[in-house]
């Protein structure tokens, strides 16, 4: 049986360690699970979105953060998290993994309409 102050002591051993180790893991969870939900918020968009001509600008960077961005922004706002950093320079991460998704899936679709001077 333990004692009032070894039970306290046990008590608070568990809060520090939850703080430490599964705060950040919990943050991460929870973005990879915003991660799927964009997904297929994404696969939604480009499907109903099909021959549509009409599209926006805005309305197809939406979809291409969904379908590509969210991912490489939640992995880099990940890094932060798991880093200790503060939540300015993990709004940072983001924002890049952001900036960085949106290049990826949007550089390679302007070649199809924009010869690149490298395939000539």
């Not at 799927?36 to 696969?43: K, L, P, V």
């Not at 939640?74 to 952001?98: I, N, P, T």
Request: hydrophobic share 45%; proline share 3%.
């Amino acid at each position: 049986m333990l004692c009032d102050c070894a039970r306290g002591h046990l008590l608070l051993q568990c809060y520090i360690d939850y703080d430490v180790c599964w705060l950040p893991l919990l943050q991460v969870i929870k973005l990879i699970s915003k991660v799927i939900a964009d997904f297929a918020n994404g696969e939604i968009s480009q499907a109903s979105s099909l021959f549509d001509t009409s599209i926006t600008l805005q309305q197809y960077l939406d979809k291409s953060f969904y379908k590509t961005a969210s991912l490489i922004a939640a992995s880099c706002r990940s890094s932060a998290v798991f880093s200790g950093m503060g939540e300015l320079e993990k709004q940072a991460m983001y924002d890049y993994g952001k900036h960085l998704g949106l290049a990826f899936q949007v550089m390679p679709r302007s070649f199809d309409f924009v010869p690149w001077p490298l395939c000539e």
